[in-house]
């Protein structure tokens, strides 16, 4: 995997999410971990890529840390997963 800076599977999920425009509720319910704890890896982050906002912290993201192509494949099969099936409306005669 491409990783300067090592981040960890988990921090490489949830930036991608966060990049996606994911707010932290949402992320924390799909990868079953506490919204504080989404609010911890942003920090931990944050500091390892020196951003002082989360901002800063998914500008940095898309200019030199993006996941390679097999992790960004796990991770958009697990948001398909997450995402519920949407049935076409049905017609009421």
Same mark, same amino acid.
């Given at each position: ?7 960890? #599977? &988990? ?5 991608? #999410? ?12 799909? #990868? ?10 942003? &920090? ?7 951003? =002082? ?16 192509? &097999? ?17 076409? =409306?049905?017609? =009421?005669?």
């Amino acid at each position: 995997m491409n990783n300067p800076l090592r981040l960890t #599977l &988990t921090q490489h999920k949830i930036i991608s #999410l966060m990049a996606t425009g994911w707010p932290n509720k949402k992320i924390a319910r799909h #990868l079953n971990i506490c919204q504080q704890n989404v609010g911890r890896y942003q &920090t931990q982050m944050c500091e390892r890529v020196g951003a =002082k906002t989360k901002y800063q912290l998914m500008a940095w993201y898309g200019t030199r840390g993006q996941l390679s192509k &097999t992790a960004e494949e796990e991770i958009s099969t697990q948001k398909r997963q997450y995402e519920p099936h949407r049935s076409p =409306k049905s017609r =009421k005669f």
